[in-house]
């Protein structure tokens, strides 16, 4: 076959949306698709604050880190992991990154429609029935089986014009990307079709959480050799990527011409051997306000199935905020200790009883509090914290989860 040199990838400066300077914080609407702060109060009594400034300076921080040409892509798929993906990309790109990623084309599509113009890549392959979307709205498709490739091919032809794509190759996760064994293959595939440029080469390390796992130098190999056979039959991209946010701290080695930060940017560690390695806030705090405050008398019970019970008085606070927002119902308690706790004028106070859709409960015990005093479920109050890994530790889970599962009925309050 001819050989055939990839493209090197575009770059473009975004417009970011410009920032107040005066403090106000400026409340977004639940359901405001562009992330902008907003003037109207929060819809409801339970929120998540989205420190912007935090954002800038974990990125800062992150690209200091990075090889001198390593460029840095901000991963906001899933929303920006419950963060807010519009308000979250301009921050990043306002700090240095230079590319977004992303997994579904609707999530690319609501960052344009914002008037962000950086590069955004689709890390998974895009459906046929958005294929075309996505090349209306000059988003990056991925691809990594025949079949996905023919689909760019076609929807290049209807766009009458090239299209630069990111192979994704599997170095040894076995989830997605073009087997090594298969990449001759894949190159025959792809001699069918002159519409698509191979602009780069990528692959995922399996261990996303312990860069120092023998398996990750393993892998680096096996990206050595998928470049080699590329090469070897006329393909030779222009730029490569692998790290992810734990390489792009401890891995110079797999920098390559870009890192893919995802869960480090929010603030949150990669895995516990990761814990400290580098100084970084946490974006997202989780609120509410009390919504109702009563004295329940010894031995009375608390919500559905009445399984926690007050062995003495206690002060019941009811949290307007349960499973349908995000809340596991996990995180309830019956006779046994209690998985999670939450801040009232910066104390501890255990989660007790059956988490309901709606609502949670907690027991202040001979302490009280106020209808409408603020509640601390992920955050600082006072000198007490309650962190994202902290519940992920009560339910056997990791921090990406707690924060990614926070939904869409809690609005984003941005500050910063």
């Given at each position: 076959m001819a050989a055939r040199r990839g493209c090197r990838p575009r770059f473009r400066a975004c417009r970011a949306a410009p920032r107040e300077r005066d403090g106000v914080?400026?409340?977004?609407?639940?359901?405001?698709?562009?992330?902008?702060?907003?003037?109207?109060?929060?819809?409801?009594?339970?929120?998540?604050?989205?420190?912007?400034?935090?954002?800038?300076?974990?990125?800062?921080?992150?690209?200091?880190?990075?090889?001198?040409?390593?460029?840095?892509?901000?991963?906001?798929?899933?929303?920006?992991?419950?963060?807010?993906?519009?308000?979250?990309?301009?921050?990043?790109?306002?700090?240095?990154?230079?590319?977004?990623?992303?997994?579904?084309?609707?999530?690319?599509?609501?960052?344009?429609?914002?008037?962000?113009?950086?590069?955004?890549?689709?890390?998974?392959?895009?459906?046929?029935?958005?294929?075309?979307?996505?090349?209306?709205?000059?988003?990056?498709?991925?691809?990594?089986?025949?079949?996905?490739?023919?689909?760019?091919?076609?929807?290049?032809?209807?766009?009458?014009?090239?299209?630069?794509?990111?192979?994704?190759?599997?170095?040894?996760?076995?989830?997605?990307?073009?087997?090594?064994?298969?990449?001759?293959?894949?190159?025959?595939?792809?001699?069918?079709?002159?519409?698509?440029?191979?602009?780069?080469?990528?692959?995922?390390?399996?261990?996303?959480?312990?860069?120092?796992?023998?398996?990750?130098?393993?892998?680096?190999?096996?990206?050595?050799?998928?470049?080699?056979?590329?090469?070897?039959?006329?393909?030779?991209?222009?730029?490569?990527?692998?790290?992810?946010?734990?390489?792009?701290?401890?891995?110079?080695?797999?920098?390559?011409?870009?890192?893919?930060?995802?869960?480090?940017?929010?603030?949150?560690?990669?895995?516990?051997?990761?814990?400290?390695?580098?100084?970084?806030?946490?974006?997202?705090?989780?609120?509410?306000?009390?919504?109702?405050?009563?004295?329940?008398?010894?031995?009375?019970?608390?919500?559905?199935?009445?399984?926690?019970?007050?062995?003495?008085?206690?002060?019941?606070?009811?949290?307007?905020?349960?499973?349908?927002?995000?809340?596991?119902?996990?995180?309830g308690s019956g006779r046994g200790a209690s998985k999670a706790a939450v801040l009232i004028a910066g104390k501890r106070y255990p989660a007790v009883g059956t988490v309901?859709?709606?609502?949670?409960?907690?027991?202040?015990?001979?302490?009280?509090?106020?209808?409408?005093?603020?509640?601390?479920?992920?955050?600082?109050?006072?000198?007490?914290?309650?962190?994202?890994?902290?519940?992920?530790?009560?339910?056997?889970?990791?921090?990406?989860?707690?924060?990614?599962?926070?939904?869409?009925?809690?609005?984003?309050?941005?500050?910063?």
């Open positions: 914080d400026r409340r977004p609407r639940a359901d405001d698709p562009r992330g902008r702060r907003m003037t109207e109060p929060v819809p409801r009594p339970a929120w998540a604050e989205i420190d912007l400034g935090a954002v800038r300076r974990n990125v800062a921080r992150i690209g200091e880190k990075l090889n001198e040409n390593t460029q840095f892509m901000a991963v906001v798929k899933a929303n920006a992991y419950g963060h807010g993906d519009v308000g979250v990309a301009r921050a990043a790109l306002e700090a240095g990154a230079t590319w977004l990623g992303v997994i579904l084309v609707e999530e690319g599509v609501r960052l344009r429609e914002a008037g962000i113009e950086a590069p955004i890549l689709l890390l998974h392959e895009a459906p046929v029935e958005r294929i075309d979307e996505a090349l209306a709205n000059d988003l990056t498709p991925c691809v990594f089986t025949e079949k996905g490739l023919w689909l760019i091919g076609e929807a290049a032809d209807r766009a009458h014009r090239p299209v630069g794509a990111h192979l994704k190759v599997d170095t040894g996760m076995n989830r997605l990307g073009v087997p090594i064994d298969h990449i001759e293959d894949f190159a025959r595939a792809l001699a069918k079709e002159p519409r698509v440029e191979i602009e780069a080469i990528y692959s995922h390390f399996a261990f996303a959480d312990a860069p120092d796992n023998p398996f990750i130098s393993e892998q680096l190999s096996r990206f050595a050799d998928a470049c080699d056979r590329l090469k070897a039959v006329g393909i030779e991209p222009a730029f490569r990527h692998m790290a992810n946010s734990a390489a792009a701290l401890t891995r110079p080695d797999a920098h390559f011409d870009m890192a893919r930060v995802g869960i480090a940017m929010y603030g949150l560690s990669p895995g516990p051997k990761l814990d400290g390695i580098l100084e970084l806030e946490p974006v997202m705090s989780l609120k509410a306000r009390a919504a109702m405050v009563k004295r329940v008398p010894a031995g009375e019970a608390v919500s559905y199935g009445l399984r926690y019970k007050l062995r003495r008085p206690g002060t019941i606070v009811s949290i307007p905020l349960g499973y349908a927002d995000g809340w596991p119902r996990a995180l309901c859709m709606d609502a949670f409960m907690v027991d202040m015990g001979d302490d009280s509090c106020d209808v409408g005093d603020e509640v601390v479920l992920i955050g600082s109050q006072g000198k007490e914290r309650i962190s994202a890994d902290d519940l992920a530790s009560a339910l056997g889970t990791i921090n990406y989860e707690v924060v990614t599962r926070i939904s869409s009925r809690i609005p984003r309050v941005y500050r910063g």
